[in-house]
């Protein structure tokens, strides 16, 4: 009485289709044991793979010098935890016009980023914008991969992808960035 009841189940998952287009990526299964309470929804995302079975990177992407702009501090902190547990050097910005000091900074200390991750939405200079006077000052990037992320409501249509190829945007991806999305896009060129 006053127990409950307990029981086990066994569910299984396919890789996403962006997990299943990169070369290489294998996942072990995971064995996952849940206390479930009463009421508790279970997502996916109880699911994943820990982070330690995310495939090694190439090593031209180690220590790979990153500049992630975004308005919203908790975005900013989880693609910090995730591009650090990539082994990244990650630096962040919390808006585009620090961005752009950051992005001076850096090529006049030799240091120049090597991957612009840009929030899509955010006040005064958006990830578009950031990108238009990135374009306008080439030597900012020098080579660097430009990826502008945004929100799933906000997924991109063929007017926003051809705006990204005109401003020599690398890639698109959705929020939140998972570490499948952020490899696949970093593999494309």
């Not at 180690?62 to 900013?76: F, K, Q, T, Y």
């Not at 005109?166 to 929020?175: E, M, N, Q, V």
């Amino acid at each position: 009485p006053d127990q409950g009841s307990t029981f086990h189940f066994t569910v299984c998952f396919s890789l996403s289709k962006v997990a299943q287009t990169v070369p290489g990526l294998e996942y072990p299964p995971v064995p996952v044991l849940l206390p479930v309470a009463p009421g508790t929804r279970i997502s996916a995302a109880h699911f994943l793979p820990p982070l330690e079975t995310v495939p090694v990177l190439p090593p031209h992407l180690l220590n790979l010098p990153v500049l992630i702009v975004d308005d919203n501090a908790n975005n900013r902190k989880a693609l910090d935890n995730l591009l650090t547990s990539l082994k990244m050097q990650v630096s962040t910005a919390e808006n585009g016009e620090t961005a752009m000091d950051m992005l001076r900074a850096a090529v006049d200390n030799r240091t120049p980023y090597q991957l612009i991750l840009l929030d899509e939405k955010m006040p005064v200079l958006d990830g578009f914008k950031v990108a238009e006077l990135i374009k306008q000052e080439p030597h900012l990037s020098q080579g660097a991969r430009v990826v502008v992320m945004a929100s799933a409501e906000q997924l991109f249509d063929s007017p926003q992808n051809e705006k990204c190829a005109s401003l020599g945007i690398s890639a698109c991806i959705t929020k939140p960035v998972s570490h499948i999305e952020l490899i696949h896009a970093l593999q494309q060129r």
